[in-house]
Structures are given as C-alpha cells and as structure tokens.
C-alpha cells in the first residue's frame, strides 16, 4: 500500500492482490454519509485513482450498506440553502472521484442501499446485490430532493419515469426485479463480496488503458450529440486499439494462442 493513503476514519482499506477492498466502515449508524464522510470519500478515490490498483471493490461493514445522508447531522446543522448546495457539490466531487478513478469500481452490496446510498453505489460501475440488498429513494417521503447526483447516475440506469416513481412512493426494488431495471447487473444467492472480488479479478486482467477508457470513456460519451460522440469514440478507439499491449493481445489472437470469445 503507498504511504500517503489519507487518514481514515469511515472507511478501511485491505489489498487483496492488485485488487483494493474499500469498506464503509460506519455500521452504527448504518453507513450514513456526514459531510466528513464524503470528505474522506473524495481524498481516499483521489488517492485510488494514483495507485496501481487493478481493480476495486467497495463493501460495507454491517447489515446496510448505505443509509444515504446523514439525516441527524443535517438535522442538527441547521443547514442553509447555500450551504446545503456547497455540500451538494462535495457528494457530485466524491461520487465523481470515484466513477473515474481510472479503475473498475464493483460495489458488493448488502441491506439497504437507499437514497444517497444509492447515489453512491450508481457511481460504481458494476453493482453485485446479494439476498439481503434492497434499493429505493426515500426522498420524497422524508421531505428532501436527491442532491448526491441521482437525477444523473440512476435516471441513466433505470430511466427518468421509474426514478420519479422510486420518489414518490418510495418503491423498493430487491433481486432479478433489480437486475432488470438496472439497479444491479448482479444478483446473487450467495456472498455479494465474493461475487464482485471475481469481477474485479476479471477486470483487472484488461490492460489499465482500456479499462480507463471503459469505466469513463461511455459515462463521458453519453453526455455528447451523437456527432462528438462519435469523434470522441474514434479518438479514444485510436488511443486504446494502438497501445503496446492491443498490439501483443492481438498478436497473440492471429497466432492462436489466446482465448476465443466462445458462449460459456
Ligand atoms: C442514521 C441514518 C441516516 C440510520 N442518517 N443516522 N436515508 C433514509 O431515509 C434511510 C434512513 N434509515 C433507515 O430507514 C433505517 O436506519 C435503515 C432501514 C437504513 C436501517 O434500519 P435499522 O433498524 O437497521 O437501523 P436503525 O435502528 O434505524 O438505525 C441505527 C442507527 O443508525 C441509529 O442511530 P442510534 O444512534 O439511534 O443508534 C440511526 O439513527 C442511525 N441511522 N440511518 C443518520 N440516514 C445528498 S441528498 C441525499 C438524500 C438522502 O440520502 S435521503 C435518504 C436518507
């Protein structure tokens, strides 16, 4: 591990590998995201994104995963509108930091992943849910608006008309229900941790460059008109599809001695 990891006091890192385990380490108060906690969020994928970690998984200590915002602390800090704003921006910092760290980010999820619970496991880019993970966004029912990028990342992954449903009922969506909205791509009748350590595992044998360009580059592109969108895809495909390591993969494709995409 580098030395100038940043002191931690809501989180723990372990290597496993070259891959990292991040685990949201607040499980008293269920993982619920204080305004310190989203600091330390930010210098930790600062930190992650200067390693040379392959891969990293995200899990939490406890029986929820994240309980979202700090209900008690914003309730006792009297906040103002502006500055409930500028804590909003530091959620948008934190979340960003960690959708592009440059590595595959797989959350092994469990218990509630709810409002800004579920803003911060819709910046990962693979979500594994196990029997226990449910999602929802209980904003609406506890008088507050998303603010940790939500309008954003889950409007993408399940559409603008469900999450507006999520908000206004406080629909809980669990199991294959969740996989096929696109909550999760993974749901697993066993350890969610383990699940997403063989993910990450996979995902970490893509040269860096490529899994750079995956994990930001379609995030990036979905934010263009198709006309720059193509010009930006053709400019990160010339990067990606020429670097040394294309170059000895594809090699290796002609002379036969790499695997063939096969089904199973
Ligand atoms: C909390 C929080 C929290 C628990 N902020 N302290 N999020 C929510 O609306 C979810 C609120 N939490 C819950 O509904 C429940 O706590 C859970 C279903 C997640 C878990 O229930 P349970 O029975 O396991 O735990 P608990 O007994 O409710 O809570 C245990 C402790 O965690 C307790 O503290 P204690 O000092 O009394 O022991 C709770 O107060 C504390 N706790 N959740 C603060 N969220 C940028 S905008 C984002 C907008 C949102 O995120 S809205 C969604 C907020």
């Not at 002191?7 to 993982?31: C, M, Q, S, Y």
């Not at 199991?175 to 697993?188: H, I, K, M, N, R």
């Not at 263009?224 to 040394?244: L, S």
Request: include cysteine; proline fraction near 4%; charge should be negative.
């Amino acid at each position: 591990m580098a030395d100038d990891l940043p002191p931690l006091h809501f989180t723990r890192v372990e290597r496993d590998g070259n891959i990292l385990v991040v685990t949201l380490d607040r499980a008293d108060k269920r993982n619920a995201l204080s305004a310190a906690f989203i600091e330390e969020l930010c210098a930790l994928f600062e930190w992650v994104r200067r390693s040379d970690a392959g891969a990293v998984v995200i899990r939490a200590e406890g029986s929820v995963f994240c309980a979202g915002l700090d209900l008690v602390e914003h309730h006792l800090e009297d906040r103002s509108a502006s500055d409930f704003m500028h804590i909003c921006r530091r959620w948008h910092a934190a979340f960003d930091a960690i959708q592009h760290c440059g590595k595959p980010v797989i959350g092994a999820l469990n218990g509630a992943v709810v409002g800004g619970g579920l803003e911060l496991a819709s910046s990962f880019h693979i979500r594994v849910a196990d029997p226990t993970t449910y999602f929802a966004l209980p904003e609406g029912q506890r008088g507050i608006f998303t603010g940790g990028g939500a309008t954003v990342r889950v409007a993408r992954l399940v559409g603008e008309a469900r999450m507006v449903d999520m908000m206004l009922t406080g629909r809980v969506y669990a199991g294959d229900e969740a996989v096929a909205v696109g909550l999760c791509q993974y749901s697993v009748a066993g350890s969610s941790l383990d699940k997403a350590l063989e993910i990450a595992r996979k995902a970490a044998e893509n040269p860096p460059l490529s899994n750079f360009a995956i994990t930001s580059g379609i995030a990036h592109i979905g934010n263009m008109p198709a006309n720059d969108a193509f010009f930006a895809e053709a400019f990160i495909a010339g990067v990606t599809n020429t670097q040394p390591a294309s170059v000895e993969r594809l090699a290796a494709f002609m002379n036969k001695t790499a695997p063939k995409t096969l089904k199973s």
